[in-house]
């Protein structure tokens, strides 16, 4: 049997990895500007993240959602403090589309409608709920395909009132910041808007800070910039750095009814662990400040760059728009300067390092930009 082919794979195996730092195995370095898809947060191999796993699996991996679980309470507890979110509840799942599924779930049992709002250019995973609320056809099979799923411009808010207005929506679906389409910003005046039409019209404000949230943005989630309280917030990738886990923070509105939700996996010891280790070293390492700090280091860093036609974002989660198509600067940047980045589209580049990484590593990318870039133009 082969892996099933859906993945363009670029010919490079990486078997080792410390901080913000990969090696293939010749020993090659490279520098991670990628995350692995905004997933490494406290960095590769973290000591602190290898020791509390390993401890945690010679004591107990898993079981099942039918017993008691300190760890569960413990990452909860400790989430609500790190986030500002001290008064919602956890549930926790496996990954980011599946904590999208149970938000979506959750507003819908709440309202008792089906309906919801999602946004142009909005991605917010593969599974049958997830997908039909992502603005890309291609991805949509006829079975995922449904009419419970409008879409509205990013930051129009008329086109929003008149779609809540009917009252027919249990939810509105919005990303921090949207990631796969491009680094684009919900304007924080924007963001204010659609919670108070939400709260006018019936309808859950649904926060995915799946990519934007765990500290990515300068802030615990990206849509605190704008001084919202959203119904529901859905976190995975950065959550337990790389150790595959989703989390759904629930407003104390919502009533928690035995058997409503629901997985064999999700919340299990092991999971927990990995998040809990991150959560110590996001407070320990001031992971935040660092990505503020960092992150505006690399923002004026990249005004001087050369061929760009737009920068957004915030914190380490940024987007360079090129003039030219950028696939044969990123095929540069990684096999001539050993470096990941990710992609969003054909021109827009886009920035998800370990949320770690320092002036070092901001001095190496832009170098390297720079020489890509000049060769280029040779
Ligand atoms: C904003 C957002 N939502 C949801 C998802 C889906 O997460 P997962 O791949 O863990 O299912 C992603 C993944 O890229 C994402 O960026």
Known sequence: MLPFDVYPLWDIEPVRGEGCYLYDKNGVRYLDFYGGHAVISVGHTHPRYVQRI????????????????????RLAERLGEASGYPHFALFLCNSGAEANENAIKLASFDTGKKKVLAFAKAFHGRTSGAVAATDNPKIVAPFNATPNVEFAPLNDIEAVEKMLKTGEFCAAIIEGIQGVGGILMPNDDFLQQLRARCSEHGARLILDEIQSGYGRSGKFFAHQWAGIEPDIITTAKGMANGFPIGGVLISPKFKAVHGMLGTTFG??????????????????????????????????????????????GRGLMIGMEMEKPAGELRRKLLFEHKIFTGAAGTHVIRLLPPLCVGRQQVDELVAALQKAIESEKQ
């Open 54 to 73: 390993t401890e945690q699996l010679g004591r107990l991996a898993f079981y099942s959602n039918a017993v008691q679980n300190s760890l569960q309470r």
């Open 267 to 312: 919340g299990n010891h092991l999971a927990c662990a990995a998040a809990l280790a991150v959560l110590e070293v996001f407070e320990e390492e001031r992971i935040l400040g660092n990505v503020e700090a960092t992150g505006a280091l690399l923002m004026n860093a990249l005004r001087t760059v050369a061929g760009v036609r737009e920068l957004r």
